[in-house]
């Protein structure tokens, strides 16, 4: 969808029985139709993955650019992905590789289970 002169994407992210986090698919079709990832010029301005567990939820809402500098969408250099896993703040215990992946993600989440930060949600969105 497109609102104030920007583009978004959502997403609905999945709990996994087996994993800590919640587990999100992007991808689009290349010419033989088969599943690639998105590339930089394509990608629309934000990605919104929502996380609805029960009681609790949020969103996080990544710009393309942070997508492009944690290779999570195509570059000249890298290939991209077409999935991965998100941490939300009530996420604990989670192992090295994860908690790492949860801090920088933290940057562009807001949690929705109780008092919205509506200034939060403003400069994530803007």
């Known amino acids: ?3 104030n002169k920007q583009t978004f994407r959502s997403r609905i992210a999945k709990k996994t029985p087996n994993k800590l986090g919640y587990f999100v698919v992007f991808w ?3 010419n033989a139709n088969k599943n690639r990832p998105f590339t930089f010029d394509e990608s629309c301005d934000k990605l919104i993955i929502a996380v609805i567990d029960e009681s609790q939820k949020g969103l996080f809402i990544f710009p393309k650019d942070v997508l492009a ?3 999570i969408i195509a570059n000249k250099d890298k290939k991209g992905k077409m999935a991965m896993r998100i941490y939300p703040s009530w996420e604990y215990n989670l192992n090295q590789t994860a908690f790492k992946t949860q801090k ?3 940057n562009y989440f807001i949690d929705l289970t109780g008092n919205v930060d509506k200034v939060l949600l ?3 969105l803007n």
Do not use: E, I
Request: charged share 25%.
């Open 1 to 3: 969808f497109q609102t």
């Open 28 to 30: 689009t079709k290349d």
């Open 69 to 71: 500098k944690k290779n």
């Open 104 to 106: 920088w993600q933290l």
């Open 122 to 124: 403003n400069n994530l």
